[in-house]
């Protein structure tokens, strides 16, 4: 979660170059925003047999948009590392056709709205035309009856939608009980540091971490284990909230984070993957006490990274006994 799928009526309009490529860039920073809150769970689906297929207009295919002088080279980076699922039959249930479902909008049959509905995911649109401009849409839903007077039902319905950022923000506290929940389950499960350092790309794909920290998880015994997932789960969403121009100087963390205090911040250099020596002194607690967890920030990519966690660090490094 979530299923992100592809208005196909957004697309199909005789619109100018520069036109559409603005709309896909809204668009597409939507998609980002939503993979920020869920990037394990974010899924692009499409009408067209692969996302990098997509004609985003007549006449004009999803490579011109790539090309174009104003696309962020970032942005086209993370929207093909996003999983794609297209075309939309790909993720029906095993089974089922929906042969006998047809949702409409304005009397046009919609097929990716319509999905988003029924699968329980997010509609999102290239705001080519007003009424794609919004964060949620209205749509008729008939279903065949499988009576014997062979009618249908018809029923009103709202999807979640998107088609620019800002339409997203009303989205994220649904994204996030979805990945928190997927979150939670995994960790309850784990034994070990070595398995929640494992599972660290998928859980907390926001998060940065030194080589160097793989040997202190390896390290954990188990009662720290989940306590950890749950501190690393925390700062994972306080990261995926943060722009630095609006808090320059930390995120709104989820529980209690500092900065050491001057005279114990010697024990807070540790070696970056170059042999560099930084300090990270940003961390947080865990329990049971005197559990730590030591970073630093990284403000030019919205993130921290993670050099330890363990013991309470005492003299030269070394963890308090």
Same mark, same amino acid.
Not at 116 to 121: D, N, S, T, Y
């Given at each position: 979660?979530?299923?992100?799928?592809?208005?196909?009526?957004?697309?199909?309009?005789?619109?100018?170059?520069?036109?559409?490529?603005?709309?896909?860039?809204?668009?597409?920073? &939507?998609?980002?925003?939503?993979?920020?809150?869920?990037?394990?769970?974010? $899924?692009?689906?499409?009408? $067209?047999?692969?996302?990098?297929?997509?004609?985003?207009?007549?006449?004009?295919?999803?490579?011109?948009?790539?090309?174009?002088?104003?696309?962020?080279?970032?942005?086209?980076?993370?929207?093909?590392?996003?999983?794609?699922?297209?075309?939309? @039959?790909?993720?029906?249930?095993?089974?089922? #056709? =929906?042969?006998?479902?047809?949702?409409?909008?304005?009397?046009?049959?919609?097929?990716?709205?319509?999905? $988003?509905?029924?699968?329980?995911?997010?509609?999102?649109?290239?705001?080519?035309?007003?009424?794609?401009?919004?964060? @949620?849409?209205?749509?008729?839903?008939?279903?065949?009856?499988?009576?014997?007077?062979?009618?249908?039902?018809?029923?009103?319905?709202?999807?979640?939608?998107? &088609?620019?950022?800002?339409?997203?923000?009303?989205?994220?506290?649904? !994204?996030?009980?979805?990945?928190?929940?997927?979150?939670?389950? &995994?960790?309850? *499960?784990?034994?070990?540091? #070595?398995?929640?350092?494992?599972?660290?790309?998928?859980?907390?794909?926001?998060? %940065?971490?030194?080589?160097?920290?793989?040997?202190?998880? $390896?390290?954990?015994?188990?009662?720290?284990?989940?306590?950890?997932?749950?501190?690393?789960?925390?700062?994972?969403?306080?990261?995926?909230?943060?722009?630095? @121009? %609006?808090?320059?100087?930390?995120? %709104?963390?989820?529980?209690?984070?500092?900065?050491?205090?001057?005279? @114990?911040?010697? =024990?807070?250099?540790?070696?970056?993957?170059?042999?560099?020596?930084?300090?990270?002194?940003?961390?947080?607690?865990?329990?049971?006490?005197? *559990?730590?967890?030591?970073?630093?920030?990284?403000?030019?990519?919205?993130?921290?990274?993670?050099?330890?966690?363990?013991?309470?660090?005492?003299?030269?490094?070394?963890? !308090?006994?």
């Amino acid at each position: 979660m979530p299923h992100l799928f592809l208005n196909e009526r957004s697309c199909g309009i005789t619109a100018d170059p520069d036109r559409v490529n603005r709309a896909m860039n809204e668009m597409v920073a &939507a998609v980002l925003a939503m993979a920020r809150a869920d990037r394990k769970g974010t $899924a692009l689906i499409t009408h $067209a047999a692969s996302l990098l297929v997509l004609e985003l207009a007549r006449g004009h295919s999803i490579s011109k948009w790539m090309g174009a002088p104003g696309t962020d080279r970032d942005a086209r980076v993370l929207l093909k590392g996003l999983d794609d699922k297209s075309p939309f @039959r790909t993720v029906f249930p095993e089974g089922e #056709t =929906y042969s006998g479902l047809e949702y409409r909008h304005g009397g046009e049959a919609v097929e990716g709205l319509g999905w $988003a509905h029924e699968l329980g995911g997010i509609g999102i649109s290239l705001p080519l035309e007003t009424r794609w401009d919004v964060d @949620r849409i209205t749509l008729e839903r008939e279903e065949l009856l499988d009576d014997e007077d062979g009618g249908s039902a018809l029923t009103e319905v709202e999807v979640r939608h998107a &088609a620019r950022a800002e339409h997203v923000d009303t989205h994220l506290p649904w !994204i996030r009980r979805g990945a928190d929940s997927a979150r939670h389950k &995994a960790v309850e *499960g784990l034994r070990s540091g #070595t398995e929640l350092w494992g599972l660290k790309s998928d859980l907390f794909p926001l998060l %940065q971490f030194t080589r160097q920290a793989e040997q202190h998880f $390896a390290e954990l015994p188990e009662v720290w284990v989940r306590p950890v997932g749950e501190r690393l789960g925390e700062l994972q969403d306080a990261v995926s909230d943060w722009d630095p @121009r %609006q808090r320059p100087i930390s995120p %709104q963390w989820r529980s209690y984070v500092r900065t050491e205090f001057e005279s @114990r911040r010697r =024990y807070c250099w540790f070696p970056e993957d170059d042999g560099k020596q930084e300090l990270f002194d940003w961390h947080c607690e865990f329990l049971p006490k005197p *559990g730590r967890m030591h970073f630093r920030l990284l403000h030019d990519e919205r993130t921290l990274r993670i050099a330890y966690v363990g013991r309470k660090l005492g003299k030269g490094g070394a963890p !308090i006994p």
